[in-house]
């Protein structure tokens, strides 16, 4: 197959279209019984096996099976996942999140980035290949409800239905095109620990008069926040840095080296008040690539509406979102977050973990896997190929590696301006079109 024009893409997008109005974030089950009907009618009309893992949550997981028509196949899985957040502030879209809207070629919905649209690429390859009866492997799909939660059954299906999901390489959920249309590939993940602080100071607010002599629970949160890292981004846990790899690997410095970051790119793309906190490119790169991090992603106290209202709260709440860098273990590290709080005299601080994930990087940059995603793209995209050893973001690759032991590489639709998890998630229908055809091409090589 030399051109993509014998694939249906309007079809696709079609298909894209309708799965894009099922507005399946947490809290709308209706939503997800939607999804569900609709990943089965896809997946058995296209001559595919497809089986429901239930969870105490209701939110299934669901499992897909199209057989190779060549004998002896290797078998690919991918890995996607239906729910996506909610439109958030829809005042900053330009749109109804979740009625997709084409213009200039691109295509904005909430989830189309992140990861309904390579979802759907995946589907149609695959579908694509089956119907010319030259699909020359076998191809599973695990697409889970709970990856914005925190994937937390993953590991309990994985081992239950380990047979089910045995395979020889896996393809995860996210990719995308760079500032320079670069290719993006990703061959790992961070850690993360998802941690939410709680402070009570009294039974109830207090009236403001009394400020001088009582202090609040936002002060008082606020002021043990301020212990966590300094104006440039250091953490001051003492211990924090310790299991962190140093890594010296020179090829390893060298992909990290070519990636296409700058401070100032960065600062015009999200329109940054102040400058990213390193002195230059190559700090920037390697704090995103290797270094972990430590950020306040939200903060909840007291009064903020139209007008006065005199009080010290007394209850304050924020989530604390903690990247790992290399060879970081989210225990040990929660062990020193909590020592550090009792320290600073913050021990009445409570901590609730909400989420903890070890990293993951593939074993090898010379994997035979990830070399054959990185050619093909080449081949297709007709432009360079960028290397990510590890993702700046986090997801269970880990589990996977753990219990089906296989190479993991990351691919997807996402582009520069994708913003997924914001207002306007998009991407680009060539994109899309390419995208098809390089996975094509990958499972016809595999």
Known sequence: MNSTKEIDIDNSLSILDRYLRIPSFLGNQLAIQDIIKFLKKIIIENN????LISNLENRPIVYALFESDYPKSKTLLFYDHYDVLDGGNVDEWNSNPFIPL??????????????KGSLIQRLTAVTYLKRQHKLHCNVKFLIEGEEELGSQHIESCLINHHDLFKCD???????????DDDVEIFAGVKGLIALELTCKTALFDIHAMYGGVIEGAAERLGRALSTLKNNDGHIQ???????LIDCQDKEYQSVINQLSLSRVQMSKIYGLVRQPQAKTDAELKQKLSINPSITISGFDSGYTGIGTKAIIPSKAKAKVDIRLGLG???EFILKKIKLHFIKNGFSDIKIKVTESLPGSEINSLNDSFLKLVLQTAENVYHAKTKLYPVSFGTGPIYLFKKHLKVPVVSTGVGWINSNAHGPNESIRIEDYRLGIYHLVKILQIF
Request: proline share 3%.
């Open 237 to 243: 846990i003492d211990g924090f840095y310790n299991d």
């Open 48 to 51: 595919g096996k497809f089986k």
């Open 328 to 330: 970081q273990d989210p």
């Open 169 to 179: 390489a896996c393809i995860w959920e996210f990719g995308s095109r760079d500032i």
């Open 102 to 115: 084409v213009k200039d070629d691109i295509l904005y919905a909430r989830g189309v980035a992140d990861n």
